[in-house]
């Protein structure tokens, strides 16, 4: 994700995706920065990201049901 960055910086594409693996990771901290950046870059995010879809996004969020 870095070097992806590194040549589109305002992609914010980019840093939702390490959002999303920063929290499957359970690193939640990162993964909500990531994630307000992504939405500061492209306001679609924002919208994809409060989706029920985007369960991994919410730490205790449960997925059973």
């Known amino acids: 994700y870095d070097q992806a960055m590194e ?9 939702f995706s390490r959002s999303i693996t ?6 939640h901290a990162k993964a909500d920065a990531d994630k307000a950046k992504a ?10 990201s409060k989706s029920r879809n985007c369960w991994w996004l919410r730490p205790n969020f449960d997925q059973s049901g």
């Not at 040549?7 to 840093?15: A, E, Q, T």
């Not at 920063?22 to 690193?27: A, R, S, T, V």
């Not at 939405?39 to 994809?48: H, K, M, Q, V, Y």
């Open 7 to 15: 040549l589109d910086p305002y992609n914010g594409l980019i840093y």
């Open 22 to 27: 920063y929290g499957l990771l359970g690193q």
């Open 39 to 48: 939405c500061s870059l492209d306001s679609a995010i924002l919208d994809l």
